[in-house]
Structure formats: structure tokens, C-alpha cells
């Protein structure tokens, strides 16, 4: 049998990609939008108009920031009960925890060595101790991992929203510029930059974190 002709790849389609309604609308609005700045820089007589947004942005940004907010609650509602056990298993591990240093405290480390192969009914008082710590804090690794990836997961679907609707904006932009020639001021040619929530942007999660320590203080 001859062998298959090699074929180059195909180029990887762009994830967000604004389909043509989509595209006729944002065009729409932007001349729409274009006549307005057109008529209130005339109103101003001809003064620089210093804002660098427009009520279609506006309205994208509010539409991003109400995605971002329902990903949000999605996600606490989703890992309440996790969040839940994770608060009860940590005050749990501390008691064991204490429990354990208060009866090996004045311990030398031969003898803490020889609880595993001792007998008594305080050493395998000790010994079920240890098992319950051990278990403890496997639980709470898999807790930590199952709530670390569904918090990625909301916080990669919400970038991906913002993500999209920069592009939206940028088409937007674009026909409003060629909509407005001549009459956009100087402001407001540079494309308008979303603001993001602080729970998407943060690098190490703190707020989550200190929800997870159970501090009712932290707002989501």
C-alpha cells in the first residue's frame, strides 16, 4: 500500500472568534454611538472630549462583570459543602492536635519513637490519635485540591468571557473610529482596557484562602 501524502496542519482556529450578527450590531451601535460624539462635540464647541468610553462599553463591561459575578456564585455554591467539611476538618485536626502535644510533651524522642511498637491503653490511645491526624490532613490535602481546581476552572471561564469581550471591543472600537473620522478626540482613540475583578486577578487567591481558614470577615 502507498503510503499517505503528508499533510501540513491546519491552523489552529482563534478561540474567540465574534460571529457576523454579532459584528453587523457592534458596527450598528458604533454608528449610533459616532453621531452622539459627533453631536456633543459640537455642543462643547469643539472641546476635547477627555472620556475614553461610550455607553456600548459601558454596557459590555457590565455584561463581563455580571458573567464574572454569576461564575462566582456558581463556584461558592458548588463547594459550600467542601468549604464546610474543610472548617469542621480543620478545628478537628487542631484539637487532635493539641491533644497529641499534651500527652506526648514531656515525652523524650525514644519514647515518641517507641508509641508505633508499644502497647498500653495510652499508647494506642496515642496511636488512634495519630491515625485521626493522618487521616485529617490527607481529607484536607483532597479538599485543597478539589477546591483549588474548581476555582481555576470559574476563574478561567470568567477570563475567557473578558477575554471575548475585549474583542468585541476592539471591533466596536474600530468601527467607531472609522464612523467618527475627524470628530473622535484625541482622548478617545486608544481602545478602552475592562476592569477586572480582584477575586479573577489576584495571584494567591488570599480571600479564598482565608475562607478556607474560616474567617467569616472575608467578603467573596
Known amino acids: 500500500m502507498a503510503p499517505r501524502p503528508h499533510r501540513a496542519p491546519r491552523a489552529t482556529r482563534s478561540p474567540f472568534r465574534v460571529g457576523l450578527l454579532a459584528r453587523h450590531r457592534l458596527e450598528r451601535l458604533a454608528l449610533q454611538d459616532s453621531a452622539a460624539i459627533a453631536a456633543q462635540s459640537r455642543s462643547d464647541n469643539d472641546r476635547a472630549i477627555a472620556e475614553t468610553t ?16 454569576r461564575e462566582e456564585q456558581r463556584f461558592f455554591s458548588n463547594v459550600q459543602n467542601e468549604l464546610t467539611e474543610y472548617r469542621v476538618l480543620t478545628k478537628s485536626l487542631e484539637a487532635d492536635l493539641a491533644v497529641y502535644e499534651e500527652k506526648t510533651a514531656g515525652l523524650s524522642l525514644a519514647d515518641r519513637e517507641a508509641i508505633a511498637r508499644g502497647s498500653g491503653p495510652a499508647i494506642e490511645e496515642l496511636r488512634r490519635v495519630e491515625r485521626r491526624i493522618k487521616r485529617g490532613h490527607r481529607r484536607a490535602d483532597e479538599l485543597s485540591a478539589l477546591i483549588h481546581s474548581r476555582f481555576t476552572a470559574a476563574k478561567l471561564r470568567a477570563g475567557r468571557y473578558y477575554d471575548f469581550s475585549d474583542e468585541r471591543i476592539a471591533i466596536y472600537w474600530g468601527a467607531l473610529r472609522r464612523a467618527s473620522a475627524g470628530t473622535v478626540a484625541d482622548g478617545m482613540r486608544s481602545i478602552p482596557a475592562l476592569g477586572r475583578p480582584d477575586w479573577l486577578t489576584t495571584k494567591e487567591n488570599t480571600k479564598l484562602i482565608e475562607l478556607w481558614q474560616g474567617r467569616t470577615d472575608v467578603q467573596a
Open 54 to 69: 461610550t455607553p456600548t462599553v459601558q454596557a459590555i463591561q457590565a455584561h463581563a462583570n455580571a458573567y464574572a459575578r
